[in-house]
Nanobody, 123 residues
Framework: VQLQASGGGLVQAGDSLRLSCVGS????????MGWFRQAPGKEREFVAH????????YYSDSGKGRFAIPRDNAKNTVYLQMNNLKPEDTAVYFC?????????????????WGQGTLVTVSS
């Protein structure tokens, strides 16, 4: 599956932003989807995951209560809704996909990666 992320930009602290990721192919609904992010000088870190059918979601501690990861399989799209953004959320955000059930919080657990989209949160 090929992934195309969009929606990044420059926002102020406290603002909301929604990222989108469109997947190619007719098997999009069979993949667990997720988001990672990478801030300058830091390693990639897990942000959120949603199961193939949307029944299960998982979030990093930093995202709980502020982020949501809905998906629309009819549109081959997964979103990352980010609310109450903070300067420390500044990073390049990557859309990822993994086949099979289960989920993971490590980059190697996802076979497919989209290009990143930059989110900058000013204070």
């Amino acid at each position: 599956v090929q992934l195309q992320a969009s929606g990044g930009g420059l926002v102020q602290a406290g603002d909301s932003l929604r990222l989108s990721c469109v997947g190619s192919g007719r098997t999009f609904s069979s993949y667990g989807m997720g988001w990672f992010r990478q801030a300058p000088g830091k390693e990639r870190e897990f942000v959120a995951h949603i199961s193939w059918n949307g029944a299960s979601t998982y979030y990093s501690d930093s995202g709980k209560g502020r982020f949501a990861i809905p998906r629309d399989n009819a549109k081959n799209t997964v979103y990352l809704q980010m609310n109450n953004l903070k300067p420390e959320d500044t990073a390049v955000y990557f859309c990822v996909a993994r086949s099979g059930s289960g989920w993971g919080a490590r980059p190697y657990e996802y076979e497919y990666w989209g290009q990143g989209t930059l989110v900058t949160v000013s204070s």
